[in-house]
């Protein structure tokens, strides 16, 4: 399995931050690992344009359709012509400022499969569903509604991100996000049998330079979504570097 360095740049990034792609490219044209960059949609086009052979780009977002009377939002189909290989369905930003539940977030997985991209679908629990004793279960429901029947290991990529921890600087214990990890392998191995094994498992939430390689040494963690830690081309090439070492 090739190992995944998802960068998720958010609502963040001009024309200028282009050349933090070029320096990523001119830095890894044969990476230990998948390089990906998903910048925002008005990015996309340019950004493939320059990100090299080795750096995928992709989408944070799209609608569930393929086109049609829908004001603000790209699809499936216009992420690939801009270039783009990759769609970020269900980031719990879009759940909870958009209001996307279960089935919004399978319905873009499904569309984005159906337009040959790579889904990678974001699940993760609250604070207080940690606090209650909940992440388990809630993470379970939302992998099993959220994830599309017809998901394999070469057009899904899971990333289990705490809500509690995008953006804090909070990170689980290493022994919680491989709890969960080991549970969303069996779930998905259940569901799918044996071709789940290969399916990339994304841990997202605070992941630096600094912590990257102890959350690479965890058992099912296959790569990591990073946020603010991707917007710099120095700081995302530490956590690129711990991947493709680990
Ligand atoms: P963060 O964001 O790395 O800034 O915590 C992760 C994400 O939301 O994908």
């Not at 990523?24 to 690992?33: D, E, I, K, Q, T």
């Not at 344009?49 to 009377?69: E, N």
Request: with cysteine; hydrophobic share 40%.
């Amino acid at each position: 399995m090739r190992k995944l360095a998802a960068g998720n740049w958010k609502m963040n990034g001009s024309r200028d931050s282009l050349g933090e792609i070029t320096a990523l490219a001119n830095a890894y044209s044969a990476p230990g690992c998948d390089i990906l960059i998903c910048p925002p949609a008005t990015l996309l086009s340019r950004l493939s344009d320059v990100s090299g052979p080795a750096i995928a780009t992709g989408a944070q977002d799209c609608h569930a359709k393929t086109s049609g009377a829908h004001t603000g939002d790209i699809s499936a189909d216009m992420v690939k012509d801009a270039g783009g290989t990759y769609v970020i369905v269900g980031h719990s930003e879009r759940r909870t400022d958009h209001g996307e539940t279960d089935p919004d977030v399978r319905a873009k997985a499904e569309a984005s499969l159906t337009a040959n991209l790579t889904a990678i679908v974001c699940v993760g629990e609250t604070l207080e569903d940690r606090e209650a004793g909940r992440t388990l279960d809630v993470v379970g429901t939302q992998m099993a509604g959220s994830v599309p029947d017809d998901a394999t290991a070469a057009n899904t990529v899971v990333a289990y991100e705490p809500v509690w921890a995008i953006g804090t600087g909070k990170v689980p214990t290493l022994e919680e996000i491989g709890e969960v990890h080991d549970d969303i392998r069996a779930a998905l191995v259940t569901r799918f049998g044996e071709d789940a094994k290969g399916m990339r498992l994304l841990y997202g939430g605070s992941v630096k330079p600094s912590n990257a390689a102890e959350i690479f040494a965890v058992s099912n963690v296959d790569g990591a979504l990073v946020g603010g830690a991707s917007l710099k081309a120095a700081d995302f090439g530490g956590i690129i570097d711990a991947l493709a070492a680990s």
